[in-house]
């Protein structure tokens, strides 16, 4: 028997359902596109809530990041589905022992729904769920197998006439050199988008929709339904308030569009040169780390000091960087130079082995990821964590980056580009345009990202994805040298 806590999920969820065409196939899923009309009830576990949705929110992420970077739909082709979709969201057309259909499906099912309950708390997260999700359905069905799409437009009741010849006929003008087509009769209410740009014939208030121009229904539909159900979602949600389960994850989703979706780093990278050592920080700052850790550097040198939460967020990214507990002790002891041994030791030594997972509890804590330092622990006067294109006014921001990066190819030309990211609070999109643009000289281009088109999440991400940029070019450099003196 179900406890009342997953009664009152399952009863969130289904008020969201609506009518459905029934098919009939060996599959629960015999489309990859889907209109969300039943949500899941059947018993899903906490890990596989969250999993589904975090993996889900990553592509949905991404999606905003595209839009914030005017890619085009192309471009948003190539990045969300063969690069982010691949990896976290994939939709076969075919089975394989590894990933049955119908298990890559329901994943995507099960996703769809939690973000649901995660994005319908307010009218700009519905908004931007909404803008993402059908984003999403539109490049799936452009990409879409020619008779799969058929048959997934048989399954459904789009509410479309077919106009016979005689009217269509009527409309298209004699004179016309092109041969006229099918063309689906609906309200003009349906097809905005289409009559405003006057591509369709209009008559008594219905729009005929030519047969090129037809995906336009099913996407104001995909939109229209998606809409209405989360307002529905909306409505059920406060039964989920005593879930103390549920609640927290939905908060974390919630966040993830402004920061970026929050990625795991745990365990230590082991750099081109080995391990890391602490005689070796100032030029990894130097080279390779975003602005938010290169500023904590920065004033650590200047102050031989940092508050605790710098310490926190700076002391984890080292760790997750490859800095030994050894190392870590020494880096940090000679950072704090203005302090005596036995200060150190009892404010200071403590924290950092706790750390590193040596006291208290003895946790192996994480590395602070972007969606973390962005939305939790605001720093205050004399505070140097947070991250810089959130917590810098826009004079201090564009200093400090041609600061840190003007040696390595950022100039003040790029700075209205940056800073109207900034502005629409697209932060960690900024901070990967910095990336894209300071890395230009290691072959990286304007909309690569991190690799494959993706954007910074995590400043461990950033620095690793700098290392290994510097070790291909450094053995491209070793390479050449070998064939020159062979030759």
């Not at 300071?438 to 910074?456: D, F, L, N, P």
């Not at 991400?461 to 070998?482: I, N, W």
Request: charged share 30%; net charge neutral; aromatic share 8%.
């Amino acid at each position: 028997m179900q406890n009342r806590k997953e009664q009152q999920r399952n009863l969130a969820l289904k008020d969201t359902n609506a009518g459905i065409v029934e098919t009939h196939s060996h599959l629960r899923y015999p489309y990859r596109l889907n209109f969300y009309d039943k949500p899941p009830l059947e018993d899903i576990t906490i890990e596989e809530f969250e999993t589904a949705a975090l993996d889900r929110l990553r592509v949905l992420a991404e999606i905003e990041s595209c839009f914030a970077r005017n890619r085009t739909f192309k471009e948003m082709q190539t990045v969300i589905l063969e690069n982010v979709c691949s990896k976290y969201l994939e939709l076969n057309r075919t089975s394989n022992e590894l990933k049955p259909l119908d298990d890559e499906r329901r994943k995507d099912h099960i996703g769809h729904f939690v973000l649901r309950l995660a994005f319908c708390r307010s009218e700009d997260l519905r908004r931007r769920f909404v803008k993402a999700e059908t984003t999403l359905f539109k490049l799936r069905y452009e990409t879409e197998d020619s008779l799969e799409r058929a048959k997934f437009l048989g399954s459904r009741n789009f509410d479309w006439i077919l106009a016979s010849p005689e009217e269509v006929q009527e409309l298209v003008p004699s004179t016309s050199s092109e041969k006229p087509g099918n063309y689906y009769k609906v309200k003009w209410t349906r097809v905005p988008d289409l009559v405003e740009k006057r591509r369709v014939l209009m008559k008594r208030g219905m729009a005929y929709v030519p047969a090129a121009e037809q995906a336009s229904i099913v996407f104001q539909e995909f939109q229209a339904h998606l809409e209405k159900a989360l307002e529905a979602t909306a409505k059920a949600l406060p039964r989920l308030d005593e879930d103390t389960r549920l609640v927290p994850i939905l908060d974390n989703l919630s966040k993830g569009f402004q920061a970026g979706v929050s990625s795991e780093w745990s365990g230590a990278t082991e750099g081109p040169d080995g391990a890391l050592r602490a005689d070796m920080i100032d030029e990894m700052a130097y080279k390779h780390f975003p602005a938010c850790m290169r500023n904590l550097h920065m004033c650590l040198r200047r102050d031989k000091h940092l508050k605790h939460f710098g310490r926190l967020q700076y002391g984890l990214f080292l760790k997750i960087l490859g800095l030994s507990i050894e190392e870590a002790l020494a880096f940090w002891r000679k950072s704090f130079s203005s302090i005596q041994d036995d200060k150190f030791n009892k404010e200071y030594r403590y924290n950092i082995r706790h750390s590193y997972g040596l006291e208290g509890k003895r946790a192996n804590y994480a590395a602070k990821s972007c969606q973390q330092i962005l939305m939790s622990d605001e720093p205050g006067p004399g505070d140097s964590h947070g991250c810089p294109y959130r917590h810098f006014s826009a004079d201090n921001l564009q200093s400090a980056l041609l600061t840190m990066y003007g040696e390595h190819g950022l100039s003040s030309a790029d700075m209205p580009e940056i800073m109207n990211m900034v502005k629409a609070k697209h932060y960690h999109v900024a901070c990967t345009r910095v990336f894209e643009i300071t890395h230009a000289r290691q072959g990286v281009k304007k909309g690569e990202g991190v690799g494959g088109g993706e954007s910074v999440t995590h400043p461990n991400q950033y620095a690793a994805r700098s290392r290994e940029l510097a070790k291909k070019m450094e053995e491209g450099k070793e390479a050449d040298g070998d064939v020159v003196m062979q030759g």
